[in-house]
């Protein structure tokens, strides 16, 4: 069935080092990927999406890349910061049903 | 603009109740979808409404329904709840295709006693 799979589920990083959230999907006809950041006791909030025609997308100290072959689509944060501590959510759309289906989260910590 | 909110922001109730959540979107938007978070298992799609019509449907049991009024106001039901359903329960609008992003409600707590 459709399926988002996310690794890992926590990730611990020294602040100022970077870290790498990586996500797989089942349905190779996805075409959107977005990525979304949930602060603690916080509503989630979008940071950074990448469609399939392009294979990476950069805003700032976060990239996404993408490889449609592999099916896997990864998050990278540069120069980590105390506010980036927080759970990331990666998502797929479904194109045969146009679902956004979501990983289960990765908790990210940045040690100072 | 308003962002998106959620009522009520806390619920308490027991086994066997039924319970009815409410959304109302950012002006303009005209998709809501519901999901599910729980620890561990992350943001669980329930549905998705356009237009009053349910678009799209998550792999939930027909306990959990819901509808979408005119005014692109959304409510979630859940009927004969059980211990599982305890969860925070996320609201999220959209313009109108999933390609838009989506704007998350504060969400509404559940407990199920």
């Known amino acids: 069935g459709e399926n988002v799979e996310q690794h890992p589920s926590t990730l611990s990083v020294q602040e100022g080092d970077s870290a790498v959230i990586k996500c797989t999907y089942s349905?190779?006809?996805?075409?959107?990927f977005p990525w979304y950041k949930q602060e603690l006791g916080k509503r989630p909030q979008l940071i950074i999406d990448i469609r399939s025609n392009v294979g990476e997308k950069k805003d700032q100290r976060i990239a996404v890349t993408l490889n449609k072959t592999a099916k896997h689509f990864s998050l990278h944060i540069t120069e980590t910061q105390p506010e980036d501590s927080a759970v990331y959510f990666c998502a797929g759309l479904m194109n045969r049903d146009d679902k956004i289906i979501f990983g289960k989260g990765t908790r990210l910590h940045i040690l100072p | 603009k308003a962002g998106v909110t959620q009522t009520p922001r806390y619920l308490i109730k027991t086994r066997g109740q039924q319970v009815t959540l409410s959304c109302s979107p950012i002006s303009g938007h005209r998709s809501v979808s519901w999901y599910q978070q729980t620890p561990g298992q992350g943001l669980q799609f329930l549905f998705e409404?356009?237009?009053?019509?349910?678009?799209n449907k998550g792999n939930f049991p027909g306990r959990f329904s819901g509808r979408q009024f005119s005014n692109s106001r959304s409510e979630m039901n859940v009927s004969t709840l059980e211990l599982g359903d305890s969860a925070l329960y996320l609201c999220?609008?959209?313009?109108?295709?999933?390609?838009?992003?989506?704007?998350f409600g504060p969400g509404t707590r559940l407990t199920v006693l």
């Open positions: 409404y356009f237009s009053e019509t349910q678009r």
């Open positions: 999220a609008s959209s313009l109108d295709n999933p390609y838009n992003e989506q704007f």
């Open positions: 349905d190779s006809a996805s075409n959107y």
